[in-house]
Every structure is written in structure tokens, then in C-alpha cells.
């Protein structure tokens, strides 16, 4: 608390806007950074997201060009490639203004590509129901 006579002492269980707004933390280990999305209920900074994406992303194209694993496991894929899309667009959107050009062309990357993956899972699964399998 600070000693500055100008401004008065608060009691700090007193909720005020200044004290409302507070920084919530990226969830990886050790990370001083701020959480600016939460993907697979891990809130993540910026570059926490970006890799966290791009292996998941890389996990999920292996699975689709191998077509094996169980179908756990390619529900899960899906189903993060369905959050993921809709969350880095809201986030490009939303944060337009904060973004640099790299981080900018990193999320429209990570976009693409889960949209990309999404689409051809999509292809594969009526294939698939088509042939009875």
C-alpha cells in the first residue's frame, strides 16, 4: 500500500474497479506473461497458444495421414479443431489492434491450417459412412 498522503488508504476486501482489473496469468509453468485465450482449459499468453496449437495442429494432421489410432482420440482432434477455429478468429478479431505483424500472420496461420484439418476430417467421416465403414 502506498504512503502518498494524496491518496487515501483503502481496505483492500473494498472492491473498486482499480483492483477488479487484474491481470490473470498464462497457465504454463513459470510464465509471467498474460492469459489472453483459454484452449483445452489451459488459459495461454500468446506464445504459450501459438505452440500449443501448432503441436496439436502437427497431432492432429499425423492421426488424419496414418488414418489409425482409436476413435477417442480422433474425437478429441476434432473437437479441438472445432474450438480452435472459431477461437483464433475471435481473437485476430478482437485484438486486431494489439497484434504485431508476426503474431497476426502466426494465428491466421494457426487459422488456416486447423480450418484446413477440420474440413478434411469432415471429407474423411462421410467418406467413410458412405462406404459403411
Not at 502518498?4 to 498464462?26: G, H, V, Y
Not at 513459470?30 to 489451459?42: G, N, S, V
Not at 492432429?60 to 480452435?84: K, T, Y
Not at 505483424?101 to 477440420?118: G, M
Amino acid at each position: 500500500m502506498s504512503d502518498d498522503p494524496a491518496r487515501p488508504r483503502q481496505d483492500p476486501s473494498f472492491t473498486t474497479a482499480e483492483n477488479i482489473r487484474k491481470t490473470i496469468r498464462c497457465d504454463s509453468r513459470d510464465c509471467p506473461d498474460p492469459a489472453i485465450l483459454r484452449m483445452d482449459f489451459e488459459l495461454l499468453c500468446l506464445g504459450h497458444l501459438v505452440s500449443h496449437c501448432h503441436e496439436r495442429i502437427e497431432a492432429c494432421q499425423s492421426q488424419a495421414c496414418q488414418e489409425i489410432g482409436d476413435a477417442g482420440g480422433r474425437r478429441a482432434d476434432g473437437c479441438f479443431l472445432e474450438e480452435c477455429s472459431p477461437k483464433i478468429a475471435v481473437l485476430l478479431v478482437a485484438q486486431t489492434q494489439k497484434l504485431g505483424n508476426i503474431e497476426r500472420a502466426q494465428l491466421l496461420d494457426i487459422l488456416l491450417w486447423s480450418a484446413e484439418l477440420e474440413v478434411r476430417g469432415r471429407c474423411h467421416a462421410r467418406k467413410s459412412r458412405r462406404a459403411g465403414i
